[in-house]
């Protein structure tokens, strides 16, 4: 295998969420019954059942007709006018002060956002820490720079009031001279916050041990249960040149098929994202920019009205795990639950086409998450309720014919 | 200099077009007078001059109110409908036959396009031919992808039926180790059209020397005078596992604002660079995707009425620059100019900044497509026609006050 045949290798999206339609699922042999239902796609959430603001349309629509060239040819970084509506909106909501000029970028996607960040401060032979379970593109990411992975296991299982990193050993791997450590806030996919406790050390380590924060905050405005949320950036002793925030409208905003994000922070490592952005992809698509004017501009209760209602599907599906006994940590944050299935017999990717296969559901395996978590599934449950309990039923039963014997 | 300073450094975009309002020009002293005249930005089209089709809109419209989630979360590589259509078309417009699920894939833009082939092609220590000049990304893309870049000089200035491309060095880079080959036909900056021999030649030489060929086609559809185009991945000789072709609707068909590009030829390079995409972009924006409906699907007579109004346009431009006595070679295909001043007492970087204080003009320096290219610039005329023509009439009287003295 030569270099980019390995190099691929590794970053190798068969099992990624939303790539299930390209997998062959006929080497599959099922047990028991195939059960009928409606079709759910838990590996995104679906933006029929929780729609985007009709105001985002128009918005774009609005840069299509009435702005036109300004609006599609803007700035790699995105139109000032933009950048600086954003920036308020975000400074507001971060409880700092975002100078819209110099540290904020708008991309396609926090998927683009990551990669530009990443792509901005780690190069060749770089240590990097990343969380573990945490998104399936961190640990690609670092792979595709070509940085040395240290995994810091968060034990999400076995807390109720915080994460549950493992701050000793993330002190150990900043020992060891990682330069950038890279995590998300909610966590994707465990669906927990950090406590304010987690993220003070986390900023106090990085500012012993000179390590650059990239915090992927992307559900951070969808907080169950009146829990309260720290933001790294706001932390009085956060170092503004060594914290890149990440967050954007594709979630609870239901406005993914947009691809908008943005990073925020640290100008010198804002500017390199630009730089790369345009080799990359030159910018966010220009009218979709225009559609960050009704991001933090919802409607009085519509906010509130949207957490309430994922928070009932939550309740119900938790309820329902539970009940079967399968282990899963209480959502929240975010539109995730991630249950760990103790007696399965087969691995979590075959049981992910299985289900596919017998139960009409689309999942995403666990291993994409961290190579250790075998046994878990993680379901997107922003979903039309009735369609996700029926269908997180059929998980359950269809997991019972795949019991270990005692 | 640490290594990632290093490598920002060679990505810098502070004179890529587009990035003209973030100069800083204070510092430039202005000899002559300012002169007065409507605003033309020379380095993109204007696509209020030059609008995208009506149905585009309509078709992005469909894609965010009819067709939703599906539409909004699309596999990696584009919505399967999609891809077969715009494979179709692709296939009738080269001659060749593209297979949709295998052969294509839909990126941010042409330049996601480039990004993703070259990543899915280069990797560190890989010899990379490009032409010079050539779209200013192409350099950049080899130094961030760590490859070593093999410049080949294209003396289009000195030639009519044929490109210019040196297939003697050509021949020499391929000779000492090249395995991939990047270049733009119709060739930005300078609009000439590679012959068919020259396609010939390097079809036959990529074949002896294993050369894996990556081809810009962004302006094909956009021929002036009746002339006839050879697409590469319809030559009889052509490797189709060696060969990656890049086109999209931003230009001529002034659709820039959606951010689509294409990409076709190998399976397996197409395959990396959805594996890339995955950790890049996830996807092109999924309601985009949709425009692509539009493309290639135009009335009767619309491109033809395009393709003329631009040529006229042309005609007036270069008739000025050579009543000038200012060195420039006709457009063969595409929108640009690429004039060279040969007795300017600035260089072109100086003279870009010069001509937005004096003249209110924007343009792009020469030296964002090779280093050599220090006394020309770039136009691209795809502008109001009158506007256009008066903010020439500006340049050249503007290069008349930084003459050398003779």
Redesign the interface.
């Known amino acids: 295998m030569n ?2 045949e390995s ?2 290798e590794k ?3 068969d099992n ?1 969420p ?2 299930e ?2 997998q062959n699922k006929n080497d599959i042999e099922i047990k028991g019954e195939s059960l009928e239902g409606i079709f759910v ?1 838990f590996s ?1 959430g ?4 929780h729609q ?1 603001l009709p105001e985002s ?1 128009d918005y ?2 609005e ?3 009435e702005i ?2 300004s ?6 970084r995105g139109l ?1 006018e933009i950048l600086t509506e954003t920036a308020e909106k975000l400074s507001a909501f971060t409880g700092t002060n975002i100078n819209p000029e110099e540290e904020l970028i708008i ?3 926090t ?2 956002a ?2 530009l960040a990443v792509g ?5 032979g ?1 240590k990097v820490a990343v969380a573990e379970p945490d998104y399936f ?1 961190n640990r ?2 670092v792979h ?1 720079f ?1 940085g040395e992975l240290y995994p810091v296991h968060l034990d999400y299982l076995n807390h109720n009031e915080k994460a549950g990193l493992d701050l000793s050993a993330l002190e150990a791997a900043f020992k060891d001279g990682v330069s950038t450590f890279l995590f998300s806030n909610p966590n994707n996919p465990a669906g927990v916050i950090y406590s304010s406790e987690e993220i003070d050390r986390i900023i106090s380590l990085s500012n012993q041990y000179d390590v650059t924060l990239i915090v992927d905050q992307l559900y951070s405005r969808q907080l169950f249960d009146q829990r309260s949320y720290t933001h790294a950036i706001s932390h009085p002793d956060a170092d503004r040149e060594k914290i890149i925030t990440i967050t954007g409208p594709s979630k609870t905003e239901s406005l ?4 908008l994000g943005t990073a925020f922070g640290s100008p010198v490592i804002i500017n ?1 994202m ?3 952005q ?11 920019q225009r559609v960050l004017k009704s991001w933090f501009s919802e409607p009085d209760g519509w906010m509130d009205e949207r957490i309430l209602k994922h928070q009932e599907i939550r309740d119900d599906i938790l309820t329902l795990f539970r009940e079967a006994g399968i282990t899963v940590r209480t959502t929240e944050a975010g539109s995730y639950v991630f249950p760990k299935f103790d007696v399965l017999s087969v691995d979590c990717i075959t049981f992910s086409k299985i289900l596919r296969k017998q139960a009409n559901v689309v999942v995403t395996p666990g291993t994409e998450f961290g190579p250790e978590f075998t046994d878990s599934i993680r379901l997107n449950f922003s979903q039309d309720h009735q369609n996700a309990v029926d269908a997180v039923k059929r998980i359950i039963t269809v997991a019972g014919y795949y019991q270990n014997e005692p």
């Open positions: 270099h980019i190099l691929f970053l190798n999206a990624a939303g790539q339609k390209r796609d995104h679906d933006v029929d059942a985007p349309i774009f629509n840069g299509f007709s036109g060239s609006q599609a040819y803007t700035e790699y000032s991309t396609p996607g998927q683009g990551l990669f901005a401060t780690v190069t060749r770089d593109a690609k990411l595709f070509q993914s098929g947009f691809r390199r630009e730089q790369l345009a080799i990359v992809s030159l910018r966010a698509s220009g009218y979709n």
